[in-house]
């Protein structure tokens, strides 16, 4: 079962940044953050991960409260191609656990 | 990298049938994944091998089965096929020391 909670829909202005929440509750220590994203008829693609820090790649932001019970997906100036379904996880690293999806939040860029 | 390959990318059959999916592993991963996806919803595990071993199941029934092979490729084996397993598959391919999962564009299944 899905260990997250997403608004199941978003919208963000082309060239805005875009704020995608996830609430994580019962994340425990050991437990990562994740985003996945997926455009219509592909497969889900990684976007950032992280534990207890702030992460930022190419790509985006991940920004994780202090009591790690939830954190924030940022897209940072948000195009077209950025319209997608949005997946926030939390996983054990390392041990081949699955990944529990959820049904994300989808976020449309509106021109 | 070529990364993660499925194949055939639609498939029709009828119920009862059997059916074979078909993954080529992003190059140097060494344990892949498969999900299914109904439409509308999230991803669902299915299964995971590492090193042709399975290591972990989800909530899906025997007539669900997999092989890994030496060179990492891997199969999905639906038998008794329903209505309900028309869904996309998707396979994810890692390298089990590192995190994150390289995902195929999946395979369309349609049972009539």
């Known amino acids: 079962d899905a260990k997250t909670t997403q608004p199941p829909s978003m919208d963000c202005a082309e060239g805005r940044a875009a704020n995608l929440p996830c609430n994580h509750s019962?994340?425990?220590?050991?437990?990562?953050v994740y985003w996945y994203r997926q455009i219509h008829s592909q497969g889900p693609q990684y976007i950032i991960h992280?534990?207890?820090n702030n992460e930022t790649n190419e790509m985006a932001s991940l920004i994780i409260t202090e009591d790690r019970k939830s954190s924030t997906l940022i897209l940072p100036h948000a195009t077209l191609r950025d319209t997608a379904v949005y997946y926030c996880?939390?996983?054990?690293?390392?041990?081949?656990?699955?990944?529990?999806f959820g049904t994300g939040t989808s976020l449309t860029v509106i021109p | 990298e070529t990364g993660v390959t499925q194949s055939p990318t639609h498939l029709i059959k009828t119920r009862g049938q059997q059916v074979t999916l078909r993954c080529s592993s992003q190059?140097?991963?060494?344990?892949v994944s498969w999900y299914q996806q109904a439409l509308g919803q999230g991803p669902q595990f299915i299964f995971q091998?590492?090193?042709?071993?399975?290591?972990g199941r989800g909530n899906f029934p025997p007539r669900f089965s997999g092989l890994q092979f030496p060179n990492y490729s891997s199969e999905l084996n639906v038998n008794a096929l329903e209505l309900d397993d028309s869904a996309l598959y998707l396979c994810?391919?890692?390298?089990?020391?590192?995190?994150?999962?390289?995902f195929g564009s999946g395979t369309r299944l349609t049972v009539v």
């Open positions: 190059s140097g991963h060494n344990t």
């Open positions: 996880i939390v996983r054990v690293d390392y041990t081949g656990n699955q990944f529990y």
């Open positions: 019962t994340i425990s220590g050991n437990e990562y």
């Open positions: 992280g534990l207890k």
């Open positions: 994810a391919s890692s390298l089990m020391e590192v995190y994150g999962y390289t």
């Open positions: 091998y590492y090193r042709e071993e399975e290591n």
